[in-house]
């Protein structure tokens, strides 16, 4: 199968298991890499009105994978949705992570975040991540951006972390998804 036989067959697949309950498919990507940084996109279709999935973004204790904090559990997670405001997550014995702080909030429809997530935290760059959500009635689209550059002296350098990159915010993306549209962030089997 190529071309059109075979968009029409997942585009079937997608629609069988979207009336089944399941999440649409995350669409992901590395859109940009080079020696100086990178820039991923991924973006989903969810069955929710933009207000709700906007909503639910601000909670990342609900959605955001346990497996990507430094505390293990993602109840630790906290999101003040104004410009300064902290993505943030708790520590024990008073600890504390500022993982991105807002820069622009647009309700319903974006926000923006800048800073450097987990092993970047303690490398030369920083980053912007936005969350643009577009939709009219009960189905939105949800597209994140993150593009990160500076200097890393990480094993393998840029080239080799945007796909990881890629893979782990697009796990969360689908999570939120899952969360939307199952009332759990974790993938039916």
Same mark, same amino acid.
């Given at each position: &199968?190529?071309?059109?036989?075979? !968009?029409?067959?997942?585009?079937?697949?997608?629609?069988?298991?979207? +009336?089944?309950?399941?999440?649409?498919? #995350?669409?992901?990507? %590395?859109?940009?890499?080079?020696?100086?940084?990178? /820039?991923? !996109?991924?973006? @989903?279709?969810?069955? +929710?009105?933009?207000?709700? %999935?906007?909503?639910?973004?601000?909670?990342?204790?609900?959605?955001?994978? +346990?497996?990507?904090? *430094?505390?293990?559990?993602?109840?630790?997670?906290?999101?003040?949705?104004?410009?300064?405001?902290?993505?943030?997550?708790?520590?024990?014995?008073?600890?504390? #992570?500022?993982?991105?702080? #807002?820069? &622009? %909030?647009?309700?319903?429809?974006?926000?923006?975040? !800048?800073?450097?997530?987990?092993?970047?935290?303690?490398?030369?760059?920083?980053?912007?991540?936005?969350?643009? #959500?577009? $939709?009219?009635?009960? =189905?939105?689209?949800?597209?994140? /951006?993150?593009?990160?550059?500076? *200097? %890393?002296?990480?094993?393998?350098? *840029?080239?080799?972390? @945007?796909?990881?990159?890629?893979?782990?915010?697009?796990?969360?993306?689908?999570?939120? =998804?899952?969360?939307? =549209?199952? $009332?759990?962030?974790?993938?039916? !089997?």
């Amino acid at each position: &199968m190529n071309g059109r036989p075979r !968009r029409a067959f997942r585009l079937a697949i997608a629609i069988a298991l979207f +009336a089944l309950g399941y999440a649409w498919p #995350v669409a992901a990507e %590395v859109t940009a890499v080079a020696a100086n940084g990178f /820039t991923v !996109r991924a973006s @989903a279709h969810i069955g +929710a009105p933009a207000h709700s %999935v906007y909503q639910a973004l601000l909670q990342p204790a609900r959605w955001w994978s +346990a497996a990507h904090t *430094f505390s293990h559990n993602a109840a630790n997670l906290t999101l003040e949705a104004r410009a300064g405001g902290c993505f943030c997550e708790q520590l024990a014995n008073g600890g504390s #992570v500022q993982h991105l702080i #807002v820069v &622009m %909030v647009q309700p319903d429809k974006l926000l923006t975040l !800048r800073g450097a997530l987990g092993p970047f935290q303690s490398q030369g760059v920083d980053g912007a991540l936005n969350w643009s #959500v577009t $939709g009219t009635g009960p =189905q939105s689209e949800l597209t994140l /951006t993150y593009t990160l550059g500076g *200097f %890393v002296s990480l094993p393998g350098g *840029f080239e080799e972390w @945007a796909p990881k990159v890629d893979a782990m915010l697009s796990e969360q993306l689908h999570r939120l =998804q899952n969360l939307l =549209q199952t $009332g759990t962030p974790e993938a039916h !089997r």
